[in-house]
């Protein structure tokens, strides 16, 4: 009955670090930022719209009261942002890049004018992340394959990824001296 318990016990403990780790991991980041006019006073209830240059999809938030705006669990992709609001010209940043895990802040200063009239603001949003410590990157997979594999004199001038041929039954072949290899031969004749 203990062995029971323990084995129970054990297999929720695992279960709980497992599902600790699959919440961590995520394909997703977001985009907060401040809308302002041309005095820096904020702007409440602005439409701020991001709409995906991968897909065309597209999402729409308001701003808050405090002229505020965050838009979470956008999937890693490049965005078009544009916000509107009354009595202000619509604002338009071209390229907004969302990285994995990564909270991008893009705030937008509204200019005075009609909603018609647009004002496109084609530079990124900035590098630094003032938000959080974090420093990212995201890297492709042919840029993983390219990278420069250092071969010491520990693997014999080999590569350590380079894989070895297996016999049929999971094992590798091993080299064997002259007199074994003669013993096998003569056992195999008699055979």
Known sequence: MTNHKLTVAGL???????SLTA????????????VKDPNGAVVSDAKVSFTSLDSGEVREVKTS???????PELKA??????????????????????????????????EIGNV????????DAPVLQTDSPVQQTNVTEKQIRELPLAIGAESGGRSPLASRRKHSCGSTPMRIGRRAARR????????
Request: aromatic share 8%.
């Open 184 to 191: 096998r031969r003569i056992s195999r004749i008699s055979a």
């Open 116 to 123: 018609g009239e647009s004002v496109i603001v084609s530079s």
């Open 23 to 34: 919440l961590a991991q995520s394909d997703r980041g977001s985009i907060v930022g401040t």
């Open 65 to 71: 009261n405090d002229g505020s705006y965050s838009v």
């Open 12 to 18: 929720l403990a695992f279960l709980f670090a497992f």
């Open 77 to 110: 992709a490049p965005y078009k942002l544009t916000v509107e609001a009354t009595g202000f010209k619509t604002a338009t940043i071209d390229r907004v890049q969302v990285p994995v895990q990564v909270t991008r802040r893009a705030d937008v200063n509204l």
